[in-house]
């Protein structure tokens, strides 16, 4: 249940609050959605809240990444190792990555700048959204969030800002990609070691293929819990201000541009 019943059909709407999270329209910066879509297919997808997509996108690049080693040839291109990089590439997938890949970061910077467009309608339209969602599994409401808080705890292990911001679909992902990657990539073993100062054995654990994928998915933690603490922030302003205007302003009252009152 929520608490909202419209009595008439609006076009747009700024926000809907449901149990696994808030969606909302906001502006955005369409080459910062892109670029995250270049960091990893399905991450821009997500900032723009179109959740299906961004799971294909990001099942498929895990999917095509491992099957072409693509990861451990950057590794060895870094390295200046290019012979050894050519030969650890698989030729049979590597044509399937640059399509996908592509598709990824168009699509997501074309989703943001229509996302903007139909953000600035809705602002016009004020129409009324529900704020408050029960259910018996879980309860979200819409109030202010703290950004920093969001980012500090984002810091320490990626989704915990997310489940402070009550994107639960976001959060549950990001926790899982990390536990795989921070298993898989024998991170917690090299780190151990490393602090012991044996660089050595630190090198020999390690699993590039799977660690380069740790700075993109940290990185996004940080920057889509932040991002979402501001606008969600805004969002509570916006509404608790349209709510004190609808059931307390008087009708007449008109405040006129550059008046001091």
Same mark, same amino acid.
């Given at each position: 249940?929520?608490?909202?019943?419209?009595?008439?059909?609006?076009?747009?709407? %700024?926000?809907?609050?449901?149990?696994?999270?808030?969606?909302? %329209?906001?502006?955005?910066?369409?080459?910062?959605?892109?670029?995250?879509?270049?960091?990893?297919?399905?991450?821009?997808?997500?900032? &723009?809240?179109?959740? &299906?997509?961004?799971?294909?996108?990001?099942?498929? @690049?895990?999917? =095509?990444?491992?099957?072409?080693?693509?990861?451990?040839?950057?590794?060895?291109?870094?390295?200046?190792?290019?012979?050894?990089?050519?030969? /650890? !590439?698989?030729?049979?997938?590597?044509? $399937?990555?640059?399509?996908?890949?592509?598709?990824?970061?168009?699509?997501?910077?074309?989703?943001?700048?229509? @996302?903007?467009?139909?953000?600035? !309608?809705?602002?016009?339209?004020?129409?009324?959204?529900?704020?408050?969602? =029960?259910?018996?599994?879980?309860?979200?409401? $819409?109030?202010?969030?703290?950004?920093?808080?969001?980012?500090?705890?984002?810091?320490?292990?990626?989704?915990?800002?997310?489940?402070?911001?009550?994107?639960?679909?976001?959060?549950?992902?990001? $926790? /899982?990609?990390?536990?795989?990657?921070?298993?898989?990539?024998?991170?917690? @073993?090299?780190?151990?070691?490393?602090?012991?100062?044996?660089?050595?054995?630190?090198?020999?654990?390690?699993?590039?293929?799977?660690?380069?994928?740790?700075?993109?998915?940290?990185?996004?933690?940080?920057?889509?819990?932040?991002?979402?603490?501001?606008?969600?922030?805004? !969002?509570?302003?916006? @509404?608790?201000?349209?709510?004190?205007?609808?059931?307390?302003?008087?009708?007449?009252?008109?405040?006129?541009?550059?008046?001091?009152?």
């Amino acid at each position: 249940m929520n608490n909202f019943r419209n009595e008439y059909r609006n076009r747009y709407y %700024l926000a809907n609050v449901t149990t696994f999270g808030t969606i909302q %329209l906001h502006q955005r910066n369409p080459l910062i959605i892109a670029l995250w879509s270049v960091a990893f297919p399905g991450f821009g997808h997500f900032l &723009v809240h179109k959740f &299906v997509t961004g799971f294909a996108l990001l099942f498929w @690049e895990f999917y =095509i990444n491992q099957a072409t080693h693509f990861n451990t040839a950057i590794i060895y291109s870094i390295n200046g190792k290019i012979d050894e990089a050519k030969s /650890v !590439l698989n030729e049979k997938y590597i044509y $399937l990555y640059i399509p996908v890949y592509l598709f990824a970061i168009w699509d997501s910077y074309r989703t943001a700048v229509d @996302e903007n467009k139909i953000h600035l !309608l809705a602002r016009r339209e004020k129409a009324k959204f529900p704020t408050l969602s =029960i259910t018996p599994f879980q309860m979200n409401y $819409l109030d202010k969030k703290n950004p920093w808080t969001a980012l500090v705890w984002s810091m320490s292990i990626p989704s915990l800002g997310q489940l402070y911001m009550h994107r639960i679909v976001v959060a549950a992902l990001t $926790l /899982v990609m990390t536990l795989i990657i921070v298993i898989k990539s024998n991170m917690i @073993e090299a780190m151990h070691y490393f602090l012991l100062g044996n660089l050595s054995m630190t090198k020999e654990i390690l699993e590039a293929q799977w660690l380069l994928y740790f700075p993109s998915i940290y990185f996004f933690g940080i920057y889509d819990s932040y991002a979402n603490a501001v606008e969600l922030s805004k !969002l509570f302003d916006c @509404e608790q201000a349209d709510y004190l205007k609808r059931e307390y302003q008087s009708p007449s009252f008109v405040l006129h541009k550059g008046e001091k009152i």
